[in-house]
């Protein structure tokens, strides 16, 4: 880890708590696809379970980083775990589609943070950069699987996707007190310096 001046070291736990929540929120989203899956799509199972322990593997790598930083995980966790079972629980009524349509719209998402934070990390932490590229290869592929098993052009796709999108960036705002906002300005503000 490099020396940083204290906005930077700030803005990396940020980070890493926004990133803990997400993988939090993942976690209880695939645990409610794999309790509904059950009766509506069996054969996704595997996939599913398969998934869910990668996610599980990310929140405590993010964990142990942020721990490792002194930073602390967002006090509404809670929130996270019941909002991440209602949307996959919501989602699966639609059936192989709706979590197809749920799985796609999160994971691209979390892509879209993650290209940035890695772009503002590697010349600061170089560490928790590698972290996040390691972890976004295993996020693209679930984003690959889910786009491979629907058309995410259609216009149920699109109009789904949105509104999952939209929740998930609402969610991770709300439980991070605007702190997931604050990253995506300050990061621009450093690109257009
Ligand atoms: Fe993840
Ligand atoms: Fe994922």
Redesign the pocket.
């Known amino acids: 880890m490099q020396d940083m001046n204290r906005d930077d070291s700030l803005l990396v736990r940020r980070i890493l708590r926004v990133n803990h929540a997400?993988?939090h929120a993942?976690v209880s989203i695939y645990g409610a696809q794999i309790a509904c899956c059950r009766f509506i799509a069996p054969e996704l199972r595997p996939w599913l379970r398969e998934t869910q322990s990668?996610?599980i593997r990310?929140?405590a790598r993010f964990l142990e980083a942020m721990t490792a930083r002194n930073g602390r995980p967002c006090r509404a966790t809670f929130l996270w775990a019941w909002s991440g079972s209602l949307l996959g629980f919501v989602t699966s009524l639609a059936g192989r589609f709706g979590i197809m349509v749920c799985t796609a719209a999160v994971e691209r998402t979390?892509h879209q943070h993650l290209v940035e934070q890695i772009e503002y990390l590697a010349p600061r932490d170089p560490e928790v950069a590698e972290l996040i590229a390691e972890?976004q290869l295993?996020?693209d592929d679930?984003l690959a699987y889910a786009d491979a098993r629907h058309d995410p052009d259609s216009l149920a796709s699109r109009a789904d996707a949105a509104w999952i999108a939209l929740s998930t960036e609402i969610l991770i705002w709300l439980s991070t007190h605007g702190d997931s906002s604050r990253v995506h300005r300050e990061l621009a503000a450093m690109k257009r310096n």
């Open positions: 997400g993988e993942a990668h996610e990310h929140r979390v972890i295993e996020e679930h």
